[in-house]
């Protein structure tokens, strides 16, 4: 797609429940990423590892202060969130809103 939005009221979950890994969330385009949604992919309640969250963009990606990203593991290893865009806009009154444990920029 050219252009992909994660409006602030939606909500992404590739959690586990019970016992298992989180899963995977890919949110990508060619020209602009916006996110602003809740990002879930959590490790099961009782096991498991944090799953992985990928927001990327050949041209801009925007993360403003509505998005809630969360890769946590309960009884397992915290998983990732990725970002891979040419550009990256967070505005400097957002960055404290978005609780991030580990990102990797691309």
Same mark, same amino acid.
């Given at each position: 797609a050219s252009t992909v939005t994660v409006e602030a009221n939606a909500t992404v979950d590739a959690s586990?429940?019970?016992n298992g890994n989180g899963g995977y969330i890919s949110?990508?385009?060619a020209v602009k990423t916006a996110v602003a949604g809740i990002l879930n992919a959590t490790g099961g309640q009782f096991g498991g590892n944090g799953g992985v969250i990928e927001t990327s963009s050949k041209g801009s990606l925007q /993360?403003?202060?509505s998005l809630a990203v969360n890769t946590t593991a309960p009884n397992g290893k915290t998983g990732?969130?990725? /970002?891979?865009p040419t550009a990256i806009i967070v505005d400097s009154a957002d960055v404290a809103v978005v609780p991030?444990?580990?990102v990797t920029i691309d």
């Amino acid at each position: 797609a050219s252009t992909v939005t994660v409006e602030a009221n939606a909500t992404v979950d590739a959690s586990a429940t019970q016992n298992g890994n989180g899963g995977y969330i890919s949110i990508w385009s060619a020209v602009k990423t916006a996110v602003a949604g809740i990002l879930n992919a959590t490790g099961g309640q009782f096991g498991g590892n944090g799953g992985v969250i990928e927001t990327s963009s050949k041209g801009s990606l925007q /993360l403003p202060n509505s998005l809630a990203v969360n890769t946590t593991a309960p009884n397992g290893k915290t998983g990732t969130w990725t /970002l891979d865009p040419t550009a990256i806009i967070v505005d400097s009154a957002d960055v404290a809103v978005v609780p991030v444990v580990c990102v990797t920029i691309d």
